[in-house]
């Protein structure tokens, strides 16, 4: 279906039998696989020039996204569709554990147990972008942060293909007009010096309808732009990003990135509290270090933060 709907998109009236010639299979089996994808909602006039996809609808579904993707992803090799599943991040711990790959994503149209870091219940209607990826890299333990600091980057890199000011409020949430687009979280499995493996899961509100209580706090790329958004291209085009970063993280560590995150980092310089579950600390955010720690200027000190929630400070 995939390699049909590649040929569909790049071609305005094509022949079955030169789509035949190109997947080397019969015009019958093309036949076939047309109907398919007319079954699943596809609208393709068929004609004497040949068959035509008519992009009257956004689609969204494995398909899609592998025949719009432009090339071989590490961090996207397969890709598992879903209508309904409690939570895509279980679904990849659970796949991890039997052993699949590296670039095993999951994707939920919706979820109905949905969770967000320290367990917070994360909404997950229909019309989102509800996902989880299996990443395998060679890291110590303390260093897997990194990864949702770079997960960070290449969201807000996808938001500014949409024109949108988007902020990385620490250590990896999205932020548009000071309410939350997207968030990220980041479990693993680990042996004492190495991590097995890293499930990442990213939650985004594209085209979801916010339930009234979280209004006030988030918001949806489709409220910010007014119109319906392809998720198809922006699952594409956060994965190509996420790539590219992803590769050359590997190969020189976060320090490389310090700059990007810090120069878009929300509530910089101001002052901010955070809780990290222990205590509150109260002081002027002065971005993050090297290895990820936020850097904030007490009173007394300048103190380092490995994890917590952090506010914008108001009296
Ligand atoms: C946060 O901001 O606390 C992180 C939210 C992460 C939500 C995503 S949605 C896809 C994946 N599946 C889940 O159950 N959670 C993550």
Redesign the pocket.
Known sequence: MTKILKILHSNNYISGNEIGTMLSISRAAVHKKIKNLKQIGYNIKSCAKGYKLIKDKIFFNEYEIESRLNKNLSVCKIIKYYKELP????TVKMLAQKGFDEGTVVI?EK?T??????K?V?N?NNG?L???VLLKPLLHPEESAKLALLLSIALKKTFDFYNVDSKIKWP??ILINNK?I????IEMSAEQDIVNWIVA???INVNNELPKDLKKISISLKEIINKEIDRTEFICKFFTNFEKLYTSFKKEDFKQFLKEYNDNLLYKNKCVTVDTGYNTITGINLGIDENGMLILNTKNELKKIMSGTLREYKK
């Open positions: 939570s895509t991040q279980t939920a979820q147990t949905g969770y967000g870091r320290i917070r994360w997950s989102g509800w996902f989880s990896n949430d939350k997207a968030g990220i979280i899961g990213i939650g």
